[in-house]
């Protein structure tokens, strides 16, 4: 079964992130399918690669980032949302004459048509936020 | 082309204080390019989501509550409210913003969006879907 | 000796107010901000309960919060006065503390 | 055609385990996750009301949260099943739709 | 030097689902450094913090829980606990951590760090401070 | 009379950070004194330069930036809260091995006894939070 997955918090703030990535990681591991992982709202703050938390606490973006890899999995940061926190990319700099950019390995910014597109191509949609 | 699939947009939160019900019309507005069947659900603290006269200016605040009144153009046209919601509140329907949409069926007549339905009713409309986003 | 309290979310919703009301000694000062100017709407099932648990404490609602959530003058509670950020900044200013309730 | 709902929120703080229940069909699961699973306790002012509202449901608790929050298995309401994450994923498949209460 | 203030801690969140009880808890460990009258209420679902048998492990969080206790080392020695919030919850004295302090005025006695109030009994609390953060 | 003001909620996300600028400037205004601005939790996300808001919307971190520099405020964000939130000025990043930041001008990144210290010289404090 393929699911659809929404993050709406941002992480250590809120438990939404941690929840999805257990979901995410259980759905895996017994042989679903996860199309994407959209972040939206404050959930695009998953995503910054600028983030150093305590040695003794998870990593958050780190572990979505490998598990992206590991999986092959679409982590879609929303543009509009991130555009609002301070979320961008490379490209989005560049055009928006802004000097430094802090989006993460593994993650990449679009618009919200992908969660759309993600919530008619999945067989469940679920989300995780607040 | 897939089937069209229902989908359905909860309103559970105040405006303003927090950024979700801002943050939800934009996904209503964007999706309403999909041609999927889209539902708007308004229900406890949704419905004040929908009340007339907001003014920002003096809270500092972007204004988005005629965003509501747009729906229409973008053949957005049911919006469910839960009347135990309105009456938890005391609010009334005349407390909300009149909110219609031209029907192409019809002559284009204007017609209103807003449906009241029942608690009963409004759980009716949630198990009739095909994907339930909340905000 | 007199504390100003805030609450800023919405009594339907959250727990809040109620336990800030459960928690104010007499004289004290509670100004409704946010989502928690819902808190001050005459004519619904809070009303009741809130002018009950607040008859010992000056009740406010902030004005702009009031405006921006389409709230009607005539809809703010009888007990409720209205002031705007220059009166929540003296309120702050003439108690002896503030306590915002999160 | 049957719907998961999952909350997320203190029922002692927030409404919104309420208003999930009182928006359930028969046949409906509800999973309580993070805060939400506060709801589960038994021998508490929320218990009795989750049950009533609750009977027509089956109740789901998701395990590792109830762990992280130091409650008992012992202190799990009758009514209440525990699941781990497989568990919800499974659920999560085995429905027709998920609705998310946030 | 300037006199020393009332500093309250206000906890009236659960712990995990959100990091307000985790954050606060880094403010108090640092405000002990400042050699002022500090104490900390919980109340509300902010009781659920204290409670023992957190374990993080499954969950994947990162458990704070052992930090109440110690608390004392840092001379914070003063945990107000609302017998209210308690019983609402189903909870009693024995489901929370035993957190204690040891009095140096008293031969370094072991003592508790826990006072449970009534309801009223943390108003007077409230209402005897100079600062009050809440979380 | 002296105002410390505590900002624990992201900019947009929550109505906090208006709150509290509403408030700020309402204190200057009626002739009292702001000794400081401290942002922790989420807050931390009101300083940073790279948010690029709706033109029609309000510039949450310019607001503040501007009010700061017109009125000398001392706007400081907390250094725990903002390494885990991906919030760093040029020398945290340095120091940590990151190749960019984001801190806005105007605002200062420094530790929680910051937030003591404030509550200890000003003679109200007021949090603006969820």
Redesign the interface.
């Known amino acids: 079964?393929k699911?659809g997955i929404?993050v709406?918090e941002?992480?250590?703030?809120?438990?939404?992130s941690?929840?999805a990535?257990?979901?995410v990681?259980?759905?895996l591991?017994?042989g679903?399918e996860v199309s994407r992982v959209f972040f939206?709202?404050?959930g695009v703050?998953v995503g910054?690669?600028?983030?150093?938390?305590?040695q003794?606490?998870?990593q958050i973006q780190e572990q979505w980032s490998a598990l992206a890899k590991e999986h092959e999995l679409d982590l879609v940061i929303c543009i509009?949302?991130a555009?609002?926190?301070?979320?961008?990319d490379r490209n989005e700099?560049d055009r928006?004459g802004?000097d430094?950019?802090?989006i993460a390995e593994g993650f990449r910014i679009s618009?919200?048509?992908q969660?759309?597109?993600m919530?008619?191509?999945a067989?469940?949609?679920?989300?995780?936020?607040? | 082309m897939s089937k069209v699939k229902k989908f359905l947009y909860v309103n559970r939160k105040a405006p303003y204080g927090t950024i979700y019900a801002q943050e939800a019309l934009e996904v209503v507005l964007i999706g309403a390019a999909f041609d999927q069947d889209v539902s708007l659900a308004f229900l406890d603290d949704g419905v004040f989501q929908l009340t007339k006269g907001q003014d920002t200016k003096e809270a500092g605040l972007k204004n988005f509550s005629p965003t509501f009144r747009a729906l229409g153009d973008y053949e957005v046209t049911k919006l469910y409210v839960e009347q135990e919601s309105l009456d938890e509140r005391g609010l009334t329907l005349d407390d909300l913003q009149d909110i219609q949409y031209e029907d192409e069926d019809d002559d284009y007549a204007e017609k209103p969006s807003i449906i009241v339905v029942s608690r009963a009713g409004m759980a009716d409309v949630m198990a009739d879907q095909d994907v339930v986003l909340s905000f | 000796m007199s504390t100003l309290h805030t609450v800023n979310k919405s009594p339907f919703q959250n727990q809040t107010l109620i336990s800030c009301l459960g928690h104010t000694k007499a004289g004290d000062s509670v100004l409704l901000i946010e989502d928690g100017v819902y808190g001050a709407m005459s004519g619904n099932a809070m009303s009741e309960v809130v002018a009950g648990m607040g008859a010992n404490v000056k009740l406010f609602v902030l004005g702009p919060d009031v405006a921006a959530r389409g709230i009607d003058a005539a809809r703010v509670a009888e007990g409720f006065s209205q002031v705007d950020y220059e009166g929540f900044v003296d309120m702050a200013a003439s108690c002896d503390r503030v306590q915002n309730w999160l």
């Open positions: 079964m699911f929404v709406n941002g992480p250590y703030t809120h438990q939404a941690d929840s990535y257990n979901f990681k259980a759905a591991a017994t679903h939206y709202h404050d703050n910054t690669r600028l983030s150093i938390p305590p003794d606490d998870r509009a949302a555009q609002r926190r301070g979320l961008l700099a928006q802004k430094a950019n802090n618009g919200l048509g969660l759309i597109e919530g008619i191509q067989d469940r949609t679920i989300t995780f936020g607040d």
